[in-house]
Nanobody, 118 residues
């Protein structure tokens, strides 16, 4: 399994921005590139949902609920994936999880909380 470490969560007012990062510190470059990376979130009392995903080659998709506000990117040489979040809304409040998926693996980070509140 891929060891994933997330950072960057916190509290922000509506309309603010946050940048989440996820790194796979123990992976080597060639292994990291085998994974599609994604960010999921889970709000209290709700199911975990896909926020954004990006392939090894950089093809990205984001959920309709965050389109135009969130951007996912990755740096394979640094083994990182980033979620830039702007124009945050209260409904974006959730624990955000980094996910790495390959043909033979599906790994999760520990989660980082994001709270959007005035």
């Amino acid at each position: 399994q891929l060891h994933l470490v997330e950072s960057g969560g916190g509290s922000v007012q509506p309309g603010g921005s946050l940048r989440l990062s996820c790194v796979a510190p123990r992976a080597i470059f060639s292994v990291f590139t085998m994974y599609e990376m994604a960010w999921y979130r889970q709000a209290p009392g709700k199911q975990r949902e896909l926020v954004a995903a990006i392939t090894s080659s950089g093809s990205a998709n984001v959920a309709d609920s965050v389109k135009g506000r969130f951007t996912i990117s990755r740096n394979n040489s640094r083994k990182t994936v980033t979620l830039q979040m702007s124009s945050l809304k209260s409904e974006d409040t959730a624990v955000y999880y980094c996910n790495a998926r390959s043909d033979s693996d599906n790994s999760w980070g520990q989660g980082t909380p994001v709270t959007v509140s005035s």
